[in-house]
């Protein structure tokens, strides 16, 4: 999930959940600019954030999962989402700071979401090709998920067939 438009379309069909991939958008954009992000300014944490106020400003009962972290700011920048998957090597780098976390993210005041959407899959298509970022990070990862599928029902074929 790169965008809110994929966001969007997922709860209307009624998506138990979504896993924004906020490491993967933080990649494409500084690949892109060329620029250095906080946490508060990830292009991956703003999305989620977005997402996350707009889910809860309206109502929408997916799941938001953030995923696929590059740093514990990231984490930290989301706290109160609705679940995280987390590295093991981030999860020790998290449980050696002592200081206190705050939450950011907050289901009863999600704060300022985008103005509510019904998108049919015109509208769909439209605003996911006008996000460059989201088109081309969502074609990247099908074309890599297709290739692990090969992968491995190569790895099962040569198993099966040891085994016969």
Request: aromatic content about 10%; overall charge negative; hydrophobic content about 45%.
């Amino acid at each position: 999930m790169f965008s809110l438009a994929q966001a969007v379309a997922a709860a209307q069909v009624g998506a138990f959940l979504i896993s924004p991939f906020v490491g993967r958008i933080l990649d494409w954009y500084k690949a892109s600019t060329g620029k250095d992000y906080s946490s508060e300014t990830d292009p991956g944490v703003v999305s989620v954030r977005q997402i996350f106020a707009y889910y809860k400003t309206y109502g929408l009962n997916t799941v938001v999962m953030g995923a696929s972290f590059r740093n514990a700011g990231e984490i930290e920048a989301l706290a109160g989402c609705d679940k995280l998957t987390i590295s093991p090597q981030l999860l020790e780098e998290l449980s050696r700071d002592t200081g206190a976390l705050e939450q950011k993210l907050f289901a009863e005041k999600p704060g300022a979401a985008p103005a509510k959407m019904d998108l049919d899959e015109k509208t769909f298509r439209w605003l996911l090709n006008e996000d460059r970022m989201a088109t081309e990070k969502l074609s990247d990862g099908i074309r890599l998920f297709a290739k692990d599928l090969l992968a491995l029902r190569e790895m099962v074929s040569k198993r099966l067939e040891a085994a016969a």
